[in-house]
């Protein structure tokens, strides 16, 4: 079945560092992709998304691109802060009204 | 506007009890998502509805498991004779409609089953 899979965490970074989560979907069709954040203490947000192959997804200085040869929708964010630490999913929509979401990856940046 | 609410924000019981769980989403947002999250683990789906369609149940795990929507307002999920298992946070979501729309995300319900 439909599934998402992502990078285990947790992820710890200086502030300033180079970050990469990465997520691989198995799908039959074209799903959507998104990466929700959970900010302690909050719920889950819409942080980007992409609907169809090449679209690239980008919020708040992170991005992440549909790539369909590789099967994979990466999250990268060239330099982060210490407000970016959170717990990051990835997820696909593979039916109208279903989302399948991976396990969650932890990241910690400390200053 | 406000966001979705869930209630209550945390909940201990003993195996065996039923508990309700409330979820209250944006005004007019037609579409509701239960998931269920274990510790450590991504979110899993349960039930949704949209509109006064049939909910899509498929998600739910066992008969213990069951939730009632009133039109297009709140929402509970009930669990009977809940077991240590259906220790997790349960999350509800809404969107203005399905199919691609952004999800909304409650605080979500955080149980533990003595």
């Known amino acids: 079945g439909d599934s998402v899979t992502q990078m285990e965490g947790p992820v710890t970074l200086s502030e300033e560092a180079f970050l990469t989560i990465n997520c691989t979907y198995t799908?039959?069709?074209?799903?959507?992709l998104f990466w929700y954040v959970q900010y302690p203490g909050e719920g889950l947000q819409l942080l980007l998304k992409?609907?169809?192959?090449?679209d690239k997804g980008s919020n708040k200085g992170f991005e992440a691109t549909y790539r369909k040869e590789t099967t994979s929708f990466h999250l990268e964010k060239g330099s982060v802060q210490v407000s970016d630490s959170a717990v990051y999913f990835c997820?696909?929509?593979?039916?109208?009204?279903?989302?399948?979401f991976g396990a969650g990856t932890r990241l910690t940046v400390k200053p | 506007g406000a966001g979705v609410s869930q209630s209550p924000s945390n909940k201990v019981t003993e195996k065996g009890k039923d508990v309700e769980l409330r979820c209250d989403p944006i005004?007019?947002?037609?579409?509701l998502y239960w998931y269920r999250q274990r510790l450590g683990q991504g979110l899993e789906f349960l039930i949704y509805?949209?509109?006064?369609?049939?909910?899509?149940k498929s998600g739910l795990p066992s008969d213990r498991f069951s939730a009632e929507r009133t039109g297009e307002s709140v929402s509970t999920l009930t669990i009977q004779r809940t077991q240590q298992e259906d220790s997790a946070v349960y999350l509800c979501?809404?969107?203005?409609?399905?199919?691609?729309?952004?999800?909304?995300f409650g605080p979500g319900t955080r149980l533990t089953v003595t």
């Open positions: 799908a039959t069709g074209y799903p959507s």
């Open positions: 997820a696909l929509l593979y039916n109208n009204n279903d989302m399948r």
């Open positions: 979501a809404s969107s203005l409609v399905s199919g691609g729309y952004e999800q909304y």
């Open positions: 992409a609907t169809k192959a090449d």
């Open positions: 005004s007019g947002h037609t579409a």
């Open positions: 509805f949209q509109g006064n369609s049939a909910p899509d």
